[in-house]
């Protein structure tokens, strides 16, 4: 893992593949690159993790009922979809005893999917399932820079890099649209975050 690493070096860092001469002291301080970046910088980091599914940031958590029954049927359980999902990868039985994990030979899928329900009043994504007592196995966000392996670092650092050459070339504006289209990809992948999620092998 890269060691100390912050949002700070990772926006001189994309500076410097630039070329640029002046790099940031603080972030945010008010300058244009800090300003880019603190539009684009948590939103580039989530795309990234939806396209990279990088280790680190793997998560397997129980997940919680939304609604009993559900409101989807023939779907046995409606869970709530973690808050800090950014794909999800697996739903997956908890096993059958306390330290006890699910049959790794064992190739059945793990039918999800997932929807949007009106609960209580507010439209809330769920995950829909046959699996009593579901694990969901997810892209989480709720990561720091402190835990990016070299790989994911360098991605991040081309990605801002690809939008500081456009933003300090006079053209801010572009900052914003490149990374509204790539939000607008990224949506479209997670629409079909569904069907068979197969037991980890």
């Not at 989807?72 to 039985?93: A, G, H, K, N, T």
Request: net charge negative; with cysteine.
């Amino acid at each position: 893992m890269p060691a100390g690493l912050d949002q700070q070096t990772v926006i001189n860092e994309a500076l410097n593949l630039l070329g640029q001469q002046k790099t940031i002291t603080a972030f945010p301080n008010g300058t244009t690159p800090s300003n880019v970046a603190a539009i684009v910088y948590a939103p580039l980091v989530n795309l990234l993790l939806r396209e990279m599914d990088p280790a680190f940031a793997r998560f397997t958590v129980p997940l919680t009922i939304a609604v009993a029954p559900p409101n989807y049927p023939p779907w046995l359980y409606e869970y709530l979809y973690p808050s800090d999902c950014m794909r999800l990868r697996q739903v997956r039985p908890p096993g059958t005893g306390t330290g006890s994990l699910p049959d790794v030979n064992d190739p059945s899928p793990i039918r999800a999917n997932v929807a949007f329900d009106v609960i209580s009043a507010t439209v809330t994504q769920v995950i829909l399932t046959n699996q009593v007592n579901a694990l969901a196995v997810y892209t989480s966000n709720l990561i720091t820079e402190a835990q990016w392996d070299s790989v994911f670092q360098d991605a991040m650092v081309r990605r801002l890099g690809n939008v500081f050459a456009m933003a300090l070339g006079g053209r801010p504006d572009f900052a914003r649209t490149i990374l509204e289209e790539s939000a607008a990809e990224a949506s479209m992948g997670e629409a079909v975050d569904e069907g068979n999620f197969r037991r980890p092998h």
